[in-house]
Each structure stands twice: as C-alpha cells, then as structure tokens.
C-alpha cells in the first residue's frame, strides 16, 4: 500500500517539477504538490483505464507501474532544461525568536496531527460516515465489481450519493488492486496525505510569499482548527477538496510571482482536481477561472486575461475531462437537481430559510468553543499588523480574494434551494463544507497582512 | 506600525498559538482517554473478519445485484433493511452503525461486535 502511494508521488513529483515555478528550488513545496497531483493523475489514469478496457485486471498493475515511472523520467528530463536559481541567501539564512517559537508551535501541532490520524484510524478503520457510505463504498463498488463495476456503479441507492466524482474511489480502488484486499489501510493513508498535505502547502505557499513566520503561523492554526483535523481523519471529502482548492489558489499566486506560464498550468491542474473530487468544487473552477479573467483584464489586458483563462483550463483538462466522462457514462442524476422542478421560487423567497441559513453562517463563522481559533481573532491579527496589497501576485491576490466569498455564495444558494430538510442539512454539513474553504481564507489572510517580521514585500 | 500595534499583534499571535495548541489536548482527550480497550475489540474483530473474508474470492462480488451477491460485503451503512431488499440476503454481513445504535436485521444473527459500532452477522438458517 505504502509502494502504491509512494509510486503516485514520484508520478506526481514528475510532473510538479516539470511545470515548478522557476524560482522554487528544494523545498517542502514539491513534495506538498506532488502527493497530491500524483493522486489525482492516478485517480483519472485508473478511471480511464477500467473504462476502455472494461475492468483493471491483472495487466494494471504493469501499466500503472510504467505510466508513473515515464510521469516521473519526463518530469526530470524536462527539470534539467530549465534553470532554477539558488535560493535568496537573506531568506534562507535569517532567523529570529519568533520564527523558531512559531516552528516550534507548529511542530507539535503537526506530531499532534499525527497521533490523531494514527489514533482516529486505529479506532475507526473504516472511517465516519460520509466515509462509510459513500467514498469507501464506492472504492469497493470499483474494486469488487470487476467487469461489472459500471453496471453496479450505476445503480447505487441515492443516499450513497453515486453522482459524486470518482478521484478518491478510483484512487483507493487502484491502491487495493495492488494489494488485491480491500482492506481499510489505504483509505487512511490517502486521508493522512490529505491532511497533511494541506498544512505543508500552505506552509509552502506562504513561505514563498509571505515570510516563514506567518508560514509556521498559518499551518498551526490550520492544524490546530479541530474540525479541520477530525475531518481528515474520519477519511472526509472535504479535506482533500480543501487541499486541491488551496493548491489552485496557491500557485495562480505563484504563477504570477514567479512570471512562469507553466506553473498556470498547475493552478489549473489543482482545480480540475478539486472538481474530480466533490461536486461542491464544480463551481469553485468556473468562479476561479472567470474571476481571474476578468481582474487579469482588469489589470493587464483582454488578451492576457485570455491567454490566462485558456492556460487554466488546459491544466484542468485531465480532472475535468475525467468527470464530465463519469458524469455523462457512469453517474446517476445529482440528488439534488434530480428533485428540482423548474425554479423554486417558494424557497428562494421564503424569509425564514434566508434567516435560517444566514444564521447558521454566522455561528458556524464566529463560533468560539474550545480548541477553536475564533476567526474573530484571526481578523483582529490582520487588523493590528496592517493590511497591505501583494504587489507581485496582484491579480492572483485578488481573484483569491473574490473567489471565496463568491464559494460562501455559492453554497448559501445550494443550502437554499436544497430538497432535504434544511435544519438538518444545516446541521450535519455546514461546518464541514466551510473547512473546504479554511485553507484558502488563511493564505488570503497572511498574504493581505503585513508580516510581524521585517521582510522585502513580495 | 508603532510599538503598541506590534505588540498588541504579538499578543494576538501568542494567543492564536496557545488555542491551536489546545487541539492537542482535544484529540488527546477524545481518542487516547476514552475506552482504550475500544481499539482491541476492534482488532479482535477484524482478525476474525480477516479469517473469515480469505475463504471467499474477493472479485465479482458486489452488494448491489442479489445474482452477484453471494459473498460478504460491507453495508457500512444504518440503512440495513434497504440494503438487503436491494442485494438478496449474503451469508455474512459487516455492518458499521452509529455508536449508540443497537444493530437487528432480520434473518439475521449477531455473531461479534465490536464496542466501535462494527458488527459481523450471519444469516440464520431456516
């Protein structure tokens, strides 16, 4: 199992290196990105594979074997071309009290992480619910059906939402056929990568265009955000929608920074990822996407903005191309426009779901409660450093910015036209739907705050 | 920024260490001192469903077709009975429940279970 996922991550390693920023030299940031776009290749490689060819078999595991070893040679190949410069020696070699207090904070947050997933894993093998019933589920639809994994696929029962994409099914699938038992290992080291994987991107990103004070910052707050964690220990979708969301912000940030077309191709990559992963992040893409088109045009020019929308939606094209494949072919209709008829005008204008939605919002935003950071000081941070404007990702800034509030809006409007009762709705999926966004709200935060340490603006 | 400000700022970013610190005594709390005992039923409980899955050929069962159906799968779900009335009725059942929940299916009979909500059914013969 650990050879599967390490296999993945050298495919994914490959292909992050190919497409870097130039400026990235040896850090945590490929090994970040790698984990997670070797998952997600992997996931849409197996997903077409027992699509044409009708089930793995017992030649998958060459095949796979050899399209991770060429990702992996390519990348490298094509890493050597390129030149990378020595990191900024200022950067590299500083340091200061707080940055070691804040390293040392976010060490034990990161064993602490550790020893929850371990532990959550030991006593939950087979994950929490949404686990349970739907993504582990349909790993073992996948990987039990054999030949008739299609057939089957399609006919799962509603509640186990089957509409949902495939790329943690398919990837735990494709983890089990090399071991050939469905056993609940794989689930949770895939989780684990997720959750961890999370915290070293952000950690990474904001090193890179922050300062690694606010880095060790945000990634032990990320940690530390309890929900955060139990999510991604109970082997939830919404980490790894979270992760992938973060990685797409993160490097249009990067892209812009660094001035490195390719590395667009990544930002894109993460979101068709996001998508492949949970429906929630369909519209995550399109909001991306149009938003920086239009604050690029804004800022730069229409053929820039052009240029950029097009590069974003190469990259996205394995994700994307993979579920609209699913969602044509495999998929039953989504739930919840499967009960919609027409446009629901009684629920758009009923007031008391518009009060009971914004409040619940407001105390799943502003809830302090144990082991909670209170976003309220979060905001009160910012507000005592200085807000600044990140110069050197502008528009990546900006359309990160936007793109959040337009998610939130996003998912007021899901929450309101919803078929399910919307009390319980509100209770058994807010909070885990805002985590999808956590990640995300602390890049933006520490990249529009000054950093407590006195460091070149990026 | 003036001095007040950067120390204000420092407070708060003390504070925010302090409270993402206090996760660690939260998983600790939840998972490490609660019921370790948990962790071997449910150990003891896999080994047996180890034993007991060997003997049947892992491919070309699935939960979903009763003409398929003839090997244990996991239900991992609370909605047992319209499992069943979708996939006929396989010999062995997994069935993961909420913690709290008490687990009958008809026909069937509870052989293990673990404090976890994990339970391993058998079908009773008629």
Known sequence: MIGMMVLSFLAGCGVFTALRPRAEALSLLPIAAGAGIGIGMLSCFYFVYISAAGSAGSNYLIVDAIFCAACAMIGSRIARWRTV???DAAQATSSSPLRKVLHIVLAINVCGALGALITQSLMYPYGNWDAMAIWNNHARVLFRSGEFWNENYSELPMWTHGNYPLLLPAFVSRCWEFSKVDSPGGPALVAATFTLGTAALLYSFLKRLVDASSAALAAAILLGFWTFTWLGAAQYGDIPVAYFELGALGMLCLAETSGSRST???AGMF???AAWTKNDALPFICGMIVIHALVSWRLHSFGEALTRASILLLGALPGLAALIYFKVTV??????????????WDKLSDLSRHAAIAKAFAASLLRV??????????LAYAILAGVRMP????AAAITALLTLPFMLAVF???????PTPLEWQLEHSLDRVLMQLLPSCLLVLFLFTRPLEAQPQP | MTTFRRRAALCVVALLCLLSLAFNAQWVRAYVLRKPAAIDNIAA?????????ASFPQRGACGYRSDRDTHPFIVQHALVPMQLSESGSPEWLVVNYHDGCSVTVEGYEIVAAGAEGVALLRRQTP
Do not use: D, K
């Not at chain 1, 007021?412 to 919803?418: C, D, E």
């Open chain 1, 271 to 273: 979101a068709g990822f």
């Open chain 1, 391 to 394: 110069e050197r990702c502008r």
């Open chain 1, 264 to 266: 667009l191709v990544l």
């Open chain 1, 85 to 87: 410069p020595a990191i």
């Open chain 2, 45 to 53: 409980l896999e080994a047996r469903l180890s034993s007991l899955t």
């Open chain 1, 369 to 378: 409660a144990p082991a909670v950071t209170p976003p309220v000081l979060l």
């Open chain 1, 331 to 344: 998929a039953p209709p989504n739930w919840i426009m499967a009960e919609q008829r027409g446009i629901p």
């Open chain 1, 412 to 418: 007021y409007a899901v929450y309101l036209i919803t």
